[in-house]
T-cell receptor
């Protein structure tokens, strides 16, 4: 079974703090993704990575950066957290083709920025 | 960029009633995937459709891909409380990634 884990289920941070969200997958998948989920807006792609050290902007990359130093780990960084980044963050991975392969999701991190 | 909309956003049904959610893309899709997210859970893959006009069934769930490959639907016959959750479609248009829809939240009342 594919397993995608995220470092925290719940996180509370203050405005201006630097925030790291980490995601690890154990199935040697090439692609990893970060989404945020907000009511009525569905899943919106922030960034994805198709290989180590490779990244591509998604639909809403502003205010975020990512890091993929190892194949199994993909980090989402909020350089200076703001209240409008309060959301559910979901990490996912897929084997090879980011357009057609099934995505496997982690449990999510609910981030609250005060 | 590519947009994928789903309607309705919410649906409340009585147990035993049918349910349908519709997915519409602004661009032609090479494939469409459907995911289900239970309350408090994460999205889980249900199925993928690739061919124009394709219809697939999983027990009480029927998935359809439109002839023009710009829309899709998920129909649940005789809903049960286990069907509760949010259903997402996701499609690949001209870019190199999947775009997820806005989701339909289904609530089933006894």
């Amino acid at each position: 079974d594919v397993k995608v884990t995220q470092s925290s289920r719940y996180l509370v941070k203050r405005t201006g703090e630097k925030v790291f969200l980490e995601c690890v997958q154990d199935m040697d998948h090439e692609n990893m993704f970060w989404y945020r989920q907000d009511p009525g807006l569905g899943l919106r792609l922030i960034y994805f990575s198709y290989d180590v050290k490779m990244k591509e902007k998604g639909d809403i990359p502003e205010g975020y950066s990512v890091s993929r130093e190892k194949k199994e780990r993909f980090s989402l960084i909020l350089e200076s957290a703001s209240t409008n980044q309060t959301s559910m963050y979901l990490c996912a991975s897929s084997p090879r083709d980011p357009r057609t392969d099934t995505q496997y999701f982690g449990p999510g991190t609910r981030l609250t920025v005060l | 960029g590519q947009q994928v909309m789903q309607i309705p956003q919410y649906q409340h049904v009585q147990e035993g009633e049918d349910f349908t959610t519709y997915c519409n893309s602004s661009t032609t899709l090479s494939n469409i995937q459907w995911y289900k997210q239970r309350p408090g859970g994460h999205p889980v893959f249900l199925i993928q459709l690739v061919k124009s006009g394709e219809v697939k069934k999983q027990k009480r769930l029927t998935f359809q891909f439109g002839e023009a490959k710009k829309n899709s639907s998920l129909h649940i016959t005789a809903t049960q409380t286990t069907d509760v959750g949010t259903y997402f479609c996701a499609g690949a248009g001209g870019g190199n990634k999947l775009t997820f829809g806005t989701g339909t939240q289904l609530k089933v009342e006894l």
